[in-house]
């Protein structure tokens, strides 16, 4: 069973401040996908990573593959407030005959003013 | 593009009643949809694989006879939650699979149920 542990799960810092979430797996992932969630709704699609060593960078939000595509991680700069939401990660894998989604438990992150 | 749609947002049953939640990519083709259960301040876990056109497949431990899914058509699943209970109070929220890219998943707004 493949699993992925994201940390930390929970999140709270004050504006401004920086912070990195991680996503930790034993196992290689085809790509890999960084969602936000806000409560109520369902999770937005922020970034997918395939490439070994990838970093894709979206306003102040910095997500990084790992080189052996079995880890990622994803850094905010100078956090706001409307950053706060609950992060996941979630692997794919093709080997599977659905190529389903696996996703971490989330790091509920709480940016305080 | 990549919308997709979920209704009711909300609904509200008596134990022993059935409710009918339906899942529409409003901008794209989807032949494949998922179908996921969030409990609270918990992450999604994933309940049933739908195709377009076949039989849905399930996760382990979810019942099928409980948990209907319909996917008629390449815009539209809908998951039929049988004989209710309390217990199957929850965020049910579903997502739809692009043809193009890398195959991502989008994901509708969900859907709060609430069994009395």
């Known amino acids: 069973t493949q699993l992925l542990e994201q940390s930390p799960q929970f999140l709270s810092i004050q504006e401004g401040e920086n912070l990195t979430v991680y996503c930790n797996s034993s196992?290689?992932?085809?790509?890999l996908q960084w969602y936000r969630q806000e409560p109520g709704e369902g999770p937005v699609l922020l970034v997918t990573v395939v490439t070994g060593g990838e970093v894709k960078k979206l306003k102040r939000l910095t997500f990084q593959f790992g080189d052996a595509r079995k880890d990622s991680s994803l850094h905010i700069t100078a956090a706001q407030t409307g950053d706060t939401g609950l992060y996941l990660c979630a692997g794919l894998n093709y080997g599977g005959s659905q190529g389903n989604l696996i996703f971490g438990k989330g790091t509920k992150l709480s940016v305080k003013p | 593009g990549a919308v997709v749609s979920q209704h009711p947002s909300r609904v509200i049953c008596k134990s022993g009643t059935s409710v009918k939640i339906e899942c529409r990519s409003l901008?794209?083709?989807?032949?494949?949809m998922f179908w996921y259960r969030q409990f609270p301040k918990k992450s999604l876990m994933l309940m049933a694989t739908?195709?377009?056109?076949?039989?849905?497949t399930y996760e382990q431990g979810v019942e099928k006879d409980k948990f209907l899914i319909n996917h008629a058509s390449l815009t539209l699943s809908t998951l039929t939650v049988t004989s209710a209970h309390p217990e199957d109070s929850s965020f049910y929220i579903c997502?739809?699979?692009?043809?193009w890219g890398l195959g991502e998943q989008y994901f509708g707004p969900g859907t709060r149920l609430t069994v009395t």
């Open positions: 901008d794209f083709q989807a032949t494949t």
């Open positions: 196992s290689v992932f085809s790509s």
């Open positions: 997502s739809a699979r692009a043809g």
């Open positions: 739908s195709n377009e056109g076949s039989k849905a």
